[in-house]
């Protein structure tokens, strides 16, 4: 039996999360079984199963790569002159998460999972700290460029700010989600407006 190469597993677990985010859009993360993911991806279940062990391993899988994802677009932005400044990183965040889930309620839902699992809650923990580590060198890198500020005052300042821009991508996610007069627009806008800079 040929040996199966690690390209191989990479490309094979990458098919399946394509899989599970496809269904995880159209139904929630709650209301998709596996069966409808072994489905979706087209493979047996023993496929599945020999790669992700649980519908909990998967979404542990597909948000760490959209959390990376985006902490690329992030580190790409520090590339451009001038530079975004940064009370547009909020914009850019959830419009990416919209195009990835389809709607940002499927955040919101794992987030609610990691209340009760411990699992879902310490990578939700750890991707909140990356992406709070990522906007804050943004900032900082910003500060230095835009306003010529000292490395450690801008390091500070960036650690300092990043926890806003989090809140105000969280605050969205959360207001899109359950408030049924939410006005988008307005929220990002005034973001642009009111975050710091």
Sequence with gaps: MPKVTEDYRVARRQEIADA???????????????AEIIAEAGLSAGAIYGHFPSKEALVVDVASRIVDTR?????????????????????????????????????LQIWGEGVTDPTVRDLA?????RLRETIGAYVSTWHQR???????????????QATLFVAAVQGFVI???IVTDFDAEAYLAAQEKYLPR
């Design 146 to 160: 835009t306003y010529a500020m000292p490395a450690p005052e801008a390091d500070a300042l960036g650690a300092e």
């Design 125 to 129: 923990a750890s991707l909140v700290r």
């Design 20 to 34: 599970a985010l496809r269904a995880f859009r159209r139904k929630g993360f709650h209301a998709t079984s596996m």
């Design 71 to 107: 902490v690329a677009e992030i580190e790409k932005l520090t590339t451009l002159d001038p530079m975004p400044a940064p009370p547009t990183l909020p914009r850019m965040l959830v419009t990416a998460m919209k195009r990835e889930f389809g709607t940002t309620g499927v955040m």
């Design 175 to 177: 207001s899109e989600t």
